[in-house]
């Protein structure tokens, strides 16, 4: 009789969850509809229409995550599916803001596919036996972060600052490990580091206008960072107080971040891809020599050959050298 009673429970939670998540993503989901339908899904329709609406669900199903706190030491299907459904909220939020194989999408893919393996990655951490095969595909979330970061500029003094971090961490945690996680732990974190080093170096402070955008994503790398370390001191140095709302709280917001930073992936592309025009155009001048027997006319009014040219200084910015084609007409 207990035993009918706790499945009894548990399907009416499970159906109350349901309900709830349903009943907060139909309105977004039908308006995604709608935008399709009349090619409304660019970043600055989506700024104008509301970031915030959209993340109802996300900061619903944290709620309920929250609320329910389901104890670490009670796997179940349950669990997983409470501890999952903020990241697949997420996941979500993503395919919102605009989804395609253009190159356009190239950053928002690439964030996507690292939350649908984050999603696996929480769903397999919930059962012990599995805690390896979780971190693997944790690794394979964060190179896709790692991937969508780039590694442009390269900011090698964040990368000293935060490699000797890991080096400290990992002289105190590694004694403390299991013989069999050590290796995995070891790879694991260095990738997580290295996802780390290229969200704070998305952040140029003095040396162009940095977005919203990428002051999320660097927050969410260094707190991606600080659940992980926790996690770890948690289960193999030390218990923590209040561990898993420490590290719960954190790799949610540390997710939050990194989603937030697709808002404007599409209009950050289409402005490099402005700014590498301008640049070309910049650098086309006379010191390209055309292939169509073009002559330089430099300011005493005499023509030379391009192949030729000597009275004509190109390094020389006071001297105007035109270059024209044997028609006279100006190259571009």
Not at 10 to 28: E, G, H
Not at 230 to 245: D, K, R
Not at 292 to 298: A, C, F, H, I, L
Request: include cysteine.
């Amino acid at each position: 009789h207990m035993f009918n009673c706790r499945v009894a429970v548990s399907i009416q939670s499970v159906a109350r969850l349901i309900v709830s998540y349903v009943s907060a993503w139909f309105p977004f989901c039908f308006k995604f509809c709608l935008f399709n339908v009349y090619n409304m899904t660019s970043p600055t329709q989506v700024l104008k229409s509301g970031i915030g609406p959209k993340l109802v669900p996300f900061f619903k199903t944290v709620a309920i995550y929250f609320v329910v706190l389901i104890p670490t030491d009670q796997p179940s299907v349950f669990a997983a599916a409470l501890k999952a459904l903020p990241i697949l909220s997420l996941v979500a939020f993503v395919l919102l803001h605009g989804m395609s194989f253009g190159d356009e999408y190239f950053y928002s893919r690439r964030i996507l596919l690292g939350l649908l393996c984050s999603v696996v990655g929480d769903v397999l951490l919930v059962w012990d036996p599995f805690f390896l095969h979780g971190l693997g595909v944790f690794l394979i979330a964060q190179l896709f972060y790692i991937s969508a970061f780039g590694f442009r500029p390269l900011n090698l003094q964040a990368a000293g600052v935060i490699f000797a971090a890991l080096a400290v961490g990992m002289m105190i945690l590694i004694p403390h490990i299991e013989v069999s996680f050590r290796i995995g732990v070891l790879i694991y974190s260095i990738v997580l580091m290295t996802m780390v080093w290229r969200a704070i170096s998305r952040v140029q402070l003095f040396e162009e206008l940095w977005t919203w955008t990428k002051l999320c994503s660097c927050a969410g790398g260094i707190l991606f960072a600080f659940s992980d370390a926790c996690i770890c001191f948690h289960h193999f140095y030390t218990p923590l107080p209040h561990a898993q709302v420490l590290i719960m709280t954190t790799y949610y917001a540390a997710q939050l971040g990194i989603s937030l930073s697709v808002v404007d992936c599409k209009a950050s592309y289409l402005d490099s891809l402005k700014n590498k025009e301008d640049s070309n155009n910049k650098n086309s001048s006379c010191e390209n020599t055309p292939s169509d027997n073009s002559v330089y006319t430099n300011s005493s009014g005499s023509d030379s050959d391009c192949s030729t040219i000597n009275n004509c200084d190109l390094s020389d910015n006071n001297v105007q050298c035109d270059c024209r084609t044997n028609a006279g007409n100006l190259c571009t």
